[in-house]
């Protein structure tokens, strides 16, 4: 199995809302990934999880909050978001977080309108 | 991580050799130079990395300069599905940076 996947593929939801993303993955990947995707740009990193702890939060606002229950889901949670928060979320995992065998595995992502 | 330069975008006839060259002047000893395209509305795919030696996989192949200031992403016989955008990255510190890429289109 060489699949990650995000749930839900598509989200809206109010700028009063809380809602989560989840990724999920069954490779043994010891370092997972979110990313942010506005349209027609390139993936920006948000977080990485290495061994189930986060070691990078690339300055991103706390209304994102991930969490990495074990070592095969990879949650973020959304509070109080705002309309320019609108943009593809991409999972992805990797056998080590770094080093030569780094080849990151993405998910198709959740697409998320805030209203 | 050193930055990358890539052509905003290029075309390519179906069934030849599409040449995707990068620019990484910047490189230092350990970064690897990584490779990946995005198809529209999917997750970035991997395509293949390197570090200093010549790569090939079953989907391309990697060609890095001696000095390691530039390389070239080469798919052998291109299809109308390798129509994507192509990211070359250079990798060190567990982040992976995307730049802005090529857009490959391949004609018919």
């Known amino acids: 199995d060489t699949e990650v996947t995000q749930t839900p593929k598509h989200l809206v939801m109010g700028m009063t809302n809380k809602k989560s993303l989840k990724c999920e993955q069954h490779m043994g990947h010891r370092a997972m990934y979110w990313y942010k995707q506005k349209a027609k740009k390139p993936p920006e990193l948000m977080f990485v999880?290495?061994?189930?702890?986060?070691?990078i939060n690339e300055s991103v606002p706390s209304r994102f909050s991930p969490e990495c229950p074990n070592s095969s889901l990879l949650n973020l949670h959304l509070h109080a978001l705002q309309p320019e928060d609108s943009a593809l979320y991409l999972c992805a995992s990797s056998q080590v977080p770094s080093g030569y065998y780094n080849e990151q595995f993405f998910g198709p992502g959740t697409r998320l309108t805030v209203l | 991580d050193a930055k990358t330069t890539q052509p905003t975008s290029m075309d390519c006839a179906e069934g030849r050799a599409a040449n995707l060259p990068c620019n990484h002047s910047t490189i230092s000893g350990n970064e690897y130079v990584y490779w990946y395209r995005q198809i529209h509305s999917q997750g970035p795919q991997y395509i293949i990395h390197?570090?200093?030696n010549n790569e090939t996989n079953e989907m391309a192949s990697l060609i890095i300069t001696e000095d390691r200031k530039s390389s070239t992403l080469i798919l052998p016989h291109a299809t109308l599905r390798d129509t994507a955008v192509y990211y070359c990255?250079?990798?060190?510190?567990?982040?992976?940076?995307f730049g802005t890429g090529t857009r490959l289109t391949i004609i018919p």
């Open positions: 990255i250079v990798f060190g510190n567990e982040k992976l940076t």
């Open positions: 999880y290495s061994y189930e702890k986060l070691s």
């Open positions: 390197g570090l200093k």
